[in-house]
C-alpha cells in the first residue's frame, strides 16, 4: 500500500465566515475605542483579538507541542493573547476602581 501524502486533519476549527465576522466585530470596537482616546489604550485589546482570530492556526492530530510552538507564526499569536488578555484585565480594573 502506498503511504498518504495527504497532512492530517485539525480537530475543530471554525468556519471562515465566523472567524472574520468576530475579528470583524473586534476592530469595530477598537475602531469605537479609538475614538474615545488615541493614546488611552483602551482600544488595544480589542485590536490584538482581531488579529487573534485572523491569525490563529490549529494544531495538527499527532503534532508534538513543541514543535506547534516553535513556529514563528504560534509565537506571535501567543504574544497577542497575552497582551488581549493582560489589556482586558487592565480595563476591567480601570472599571472597577473608578
Known sequence: MQPSNVSPQPGFISPPWLRRGIAALMF???????RKGFLQFEWVPYFCFGLLYLAGIPRQKGEPFGAYFKRPRVIAWSALLVVSIVGFLYNLYVLFAK
Open 28 to 34: 469595530l470596537c477598537a475602531v469605537l475605542r479609538m
